[in-house]
C-alpha cells in the first residue's frame, strides 16, 4: 500500500513539473506583447494564433498522457490491450494531436481553429514537445512502479511493453512524413 502510494506521489508531482515547464516554456512560443494580447481577449472574437495553437496541442497531449500513464491495468483491471475502447480512443487522440501538430490535413486545422505554423523548424519542436509529454510521462509512471512497486510493475509488464513498441511506431510514422 505505501509502496503504491510513494509511486504515485513522486509520479503526480514529476507530472505537475513537467507539464508546468512545458506550459511555461510554450508561453515564450507566441506573441512578444503579452499584456496587449490579454486585453485584446475582453473586446475581440476568438481569433486562432499561434500562442493558443502550441498550448492546446501541448494540454490534449498532456489529457492523453494522464490517461495513458494512469491505467494501471492488470493485476486490478483489464489490461491496455484487453480494454479495446480505451485502447482505441487513447491512441485515436494521440494519432489525432500528432496530425494536428504535423498540420497533415491543413481543412482540420482550420476547422478546429488552430493557426498555421510559421516555419518546420517550429513545427518539429512542437510534435517532439507533444511526444515528448506522450512518452515521458508514460515511462516515468513505469519507472516510478518499478522503483516503488516491483510487483505491480512485474504483473503489468506485458501489455505495457507493447503499448510502448505502438506509439514508438505511430511516432516512426509520424516523423517520416
Known amino acids: 500500500m505505501y509502496a503504491e502510494f510513494s509511486s504515485q506521489f513522486v509520479l503526480i508531482v514529476y507530472s505537475f513539473f513537467i507539464f508546468f515547464l512545458q506550459i511555461a516554456r510554450d508561453a515564450h512560443c ?11 481577449y475582453w473586446t475581440a472574437p476568438f481569433l486562432p ?12 497531449s498532456q489529457m492523453i498522457s494522464v490517461f495513458f500513464a494512469n491505467y494501471k491495468g492488470r493485476p486490478w483491471m483489464k489490461g491496455m490491450l484487453e480494454n479495446h475502447p480505451l485502447f482505441l480512443s487513447v491512441f485515436a487522440c494521440i494519432g489525432g494531436v500528432i496530425v494536428a501538430a504535423w498540420e497533415f490535413v491543413p481543412q482540420l486545422n482550420e476547422m478546429i481553429q488552430l493557426a498555421p505554423f510559421p516555419d518546420d523548424y517550429f513545427r518539429y519542436k512542437v510534435v517532439v514537445l507533444v511526444a515528448s509529454t506522450i512518452l515521458g510521462t508514460f515511462l516515468w509512471d513505469r519507472f516510478c512502479v518499478f522503483m516503488f512497486a516491483p510487483k505491480v510493475f512485474k504483473a503489468s509488464m506485458g501489455t505495457s511493453i507493447f503499448c510502448v513498441c505502438v506509439f514508438a511506431c505511430l511516432l516512426v510514422v509520424a516523423w517520416s512524413m
Do not use: I, K, Y
Open 49 to 60: 494564433n499561434l500562442l493558443n495553437t502550441v498550448v492546446f496541442l501541448v494540454e490534449t
Open 30 to 40: 507566441g506573441e512578444d506583447d503579452f499584456m496587449c494580447q490579454m486585453q485584446s
